[in-house]
């Protein structure tokens, strides 16, 4: 894989910035303590270090209270995860169309969303986002309107007003205009047409679809069962969106607009698409062949359906699956949809406050208890916290994933052995999830009674399993191997965001840091394959770019670290660039923070409001390089760290940190610099094809081992 590497900024730290240790009373300039070298333990930031002891030990002992009061009975953790309001408007849109207009969640997600609207009538992406997103906005606008909010209620009109002062529906997305046409607001010929015969393309075609990313995959089937349908049920006459239609529905342009300067393949595609909407609309509406293909492709919606009753572990699949399976006249108490539409009511989809309902993008059960324990095992919790952490290594290594997902359809001989992320994902096991679970299963590998219940077994089959999800270039894609097939992002269906999951940097430091752990040969091939992608991805200033965490923070702190596991010689050149760049973007505060601009404005990389897991993130890192020049920056980052945290031992964070996709088509870092880079993405600063995530539980346990490693460092230096 090639990658277009691009310039990043380097912004330096205010010398006017103090320190102050609240146990010993020491202030330190912060100016002083940056231009320490050697360790000269007299020298300001090894003192940083060393009278942070008192400090450190409370922050980390009531931060571990509080986490170990999260834990759930049986042994796991979970927090929520916040995304945008389109969860919320798609499913009141979802009961609608299903029929259930009077479903006693629809009023609660309208009330949810009400809660979500920002004060000029838009809904964001994100938290702190400049601008509004066009399609949430209209999403939520439709979805108001279907509960009988009125044109003229304060709120609707104030969307329409900002939908109109944004270019109106001409710039939505594909899936919004999906969406429109179920409510009978958009013509279905107006929609990219996804022929559901393409269940049948043999895997080595191109446009297969196990080339796909598996959150389009999953997507995408029951996606073209209604595409091929193109059912509808429409508003209540006095509901219409007619404001959204201001020179009328027969003068509204309905073509896609066009990415940037419109190449051959683009061309090809719109061009091939206009001939499948001729086709259907002439031959294909009940055509033998067709039906057969819709049939084949409802067996693998039901197939692939997990035992929560969703699908792929996320919403799109699931929402588009009950339409597609109730158009085919499955009725609401076939075992199927049963489940699906009982799956609304689970707590581990849904979160109630007061009289509104949020339904989550997806849950993080697994990440957030494998998280939980590494956290704790950073703390030395152990022994304070033996029957919790031992309940949840139980738990932990009970959701091994022993079956075979959609990634055996490319590596038929490889033994499963992976984790998923979320409670019942059993086709979709991650790489990331794999190695976080093999880095907290190797605190307990070597106990006897461990053994005993098959640890070891378990931590084999998770290295094999990584070994044979290794891509070409080296490094490890989230799902699937090799899925970076580049020409699938110009389809027209995908103007959401990736389509595709390509090796990205922060997975693959994951796995080498998981291998690093468990003591595998650093001359093992996978992991110099993996260590080679690692350097040939770094940017010139530095870092590394982050692809499911914000942003270059977080790439840069998973990368470090795993260096560190590994045995990598931590004083080389590109590592002292990594870390120059971490010191330079330290803010006054002490902290770091990341906006999730910065996936689309060279301005915000490596800067923004700071939180506490990006803090931490950047304290890992410099940490695991472990130079002396870099203790007052740590000693800084820690102070912040304590200084932000609650009397309840806990972080409060609003600001998103985590990463669906952002929204470039190809899952991977682009050049930010391309001035026509936000007419090709149609979007800019508010990432309006991107999809962007609050992890609840980040606040936690990321300062959590920050601080305990910094403590470790600290005694090491004494």
């Not at 009061?69 to 929520?80: A, F, L, R």
């Not at 920002?118 to 906005?137: F, H, L, M, P, V």
């Not at 709120?155 to 009978?184: D, E, P």
């Not at 704790?376 to 022993?402: C, I, N, Y």
Request: glycine share 10%; charged share 25%.
């Amino acid at each position: 894989m090639t990658r277009e590497s691009r310039p990043l900024t380097k912004t330096a730290s205010s010398s006017d910035a103090v320190i102050h240790d609240i146990a010993s009373g020491t202030t330190f300039p912060a100016a002083g303590i940056q231009s320490v070298k050697g360790k000269d333990k007299s020298l300001p930031a090894a003192s940083a270090l060393r009278t942070m002891d008192n400090s450190l030990s409370h922050a980390i002992s009531s931060a571990c209270d509080w986490l170990v009061g999260q834990q759930k009975p049986d042994g796991h953790w979970v927090g929520p995860v916040a995304s945008n309001a389109s969860m919320e408007a798609e499913w009141c849109l979802a009961l609608w169309f299903l029929g259930l207009e009077d479903h006693p969640l629809r009023p609660r997600l309208g009330k949810a969303l009400l809660e979500m609207q920002r004060e000029d009538g838009s809904w964001g992406t994100y938290y702190g986002a400049g601008n509004g997103d066009i399609n949430a906005t209209v999403e939520s606008y439709a979805a108001l309107r279907s509960l009988g909010y009125p044109a003229d209620d304060p709120a609707v009109s104030r969307a329409a007003t900002w939908i109109a002062s944004k270019g109106g529906l001409k710039n939505i997305r594909v899936f919004t205009r999906y969406w429109l046409a179920l409510i009978g607001e958009w013509p279905w010929e107006k929609t990219p047409n996804l022929p559901p015969e393409v269940i049948w393309f043999p895997n080595k075609f191109v446009f297969s679809i196990y080339n796909f990313a598996q959150w389009a995959r999953a997507t995408l089937v029951p996606l073209a069962i209604l595409s091929a349908r193109r059912p509808s049920r429409p508003l209540r006459p006095q509901d219409r969106l007619d404001a959204l239609f201001p020179g009328g529905r027969a003068n509204f342009d309905y073509e896609l607009p066009a990415r940037g300067e419109r190449d051959l393949w683009d061309r090809f595609f719109r061009t091939t698409d206009r001939g499948l909407h001729w086709l259907q609309s002439r031959f294909l509406k009940r055509n033998t062949l067709r039906e057969a293909a819709i049939r084949h492709m409802l067996e693998w919606v039901i197939r692939h359906q997990d035992a929560d009753g969703g699908w792929g572990g996320i919403q799109p699949p699931w929402v588009y699956g009950l339409m597609a399976l109730h158009g085919e006249d499955y009725q609401f108490h076939h075992p199927v949809m049963a489940k699906a539409l009982s799956a609304l009511n689970d707590p581990g989809w849904r979160h109630d406050r007061g009289d509104a309902s949020w339904i989550q993008a997806t849950n993080s059960p697994v990440w957030d208890t494998m998280l939980a324990i590494m956290a704790l095992h950073d703390a030395d919790g152990e022994t304070r916290f033996s029957p919790q952490m031992e309940k949840a290594l139980g738990w932990l290594l009970d959701r091994q994933v022993r079956v075979k997902g959609d990634w055996s359809i490319k590596l038929p001989d490889v033994e499963p052995g992976g984790w998923a992320f979320e409670y019942a994902n059993d086709r979709y096991p991650d790489t990331d999830d794999t190695a976080v679970a093999l880095i907290a299963l190797s605190s307990c590998r070597n106990r006897e009674e461990w053994k005993k219940r098959g640890v070891e077994d378990a931590i084999r089959r998770g290295v094999n399993w990584l070994i044979g999800m290794q891509s070409e270039c080296g490094g490890w894609g989230a799902f699937d191997k090799d899925n970076n097939r580049s020409i699938l992002s110009k389809i027209p269906f995908c103007d959401f965001g990736e389509a595709l999951d390509p090796p990205s940097v922060d997975v693959t430091a994951h796995v080498l840091e998981a291998f690093g752990v468990l003591g595998l040969p650093r001359d093992l091939p996978a992991i110099q394959r993996g260590l080679a992608y690692i350097r040939a991805e770094q940017e010139p200033d530095g870092p590394w770019f982050g692809r499911w965490g914000v942003n270059y923070l977080y790439g840069t702190g998973a990368v470090l670290p795993a260096l560190a596991a590994i045995g990598e010689d931590m004083t080389q050149p590109y590592i002292t660039r990594a870390c120059d760049w971490l010191v330079a973007h330290q803010q006054e505060n002490g902290g770091w923070g990341e906006s999730c601009a910065s996936y689309m404005e060279l301005s915000a990389v490596g800067r923004g409001p700071t939180t506490p897991s990006q803090t931490a993130w950047a304290l890992m890192g410099l940490i695991a390089a472990n130079r002396p020049q870099d203790y007052g920056a740590i000693a800084r980052g820690c102070r912040y760290l304590i200084d932000l945290q609650q009397a309840d031992g806990s972080w409060h964070e609003k600001e998103f940190t985590g990463t669906g996709f952002p929204g470039y088509g190809v899952g991977q870092t682009i050049r930010l610099d391309d001035p026509a880079l936000s007419k090709r993405l149609q979007q800019g600063a508010e990432l309006s094809r991107a999809f962007m995530l609050r992890y609840d539980l980040y606040r936690q346990f990321f300062p959590i081992m920050a601080l305990s490693r910094a403590s470790r460092l600290m005694k090491l230096e004494k």
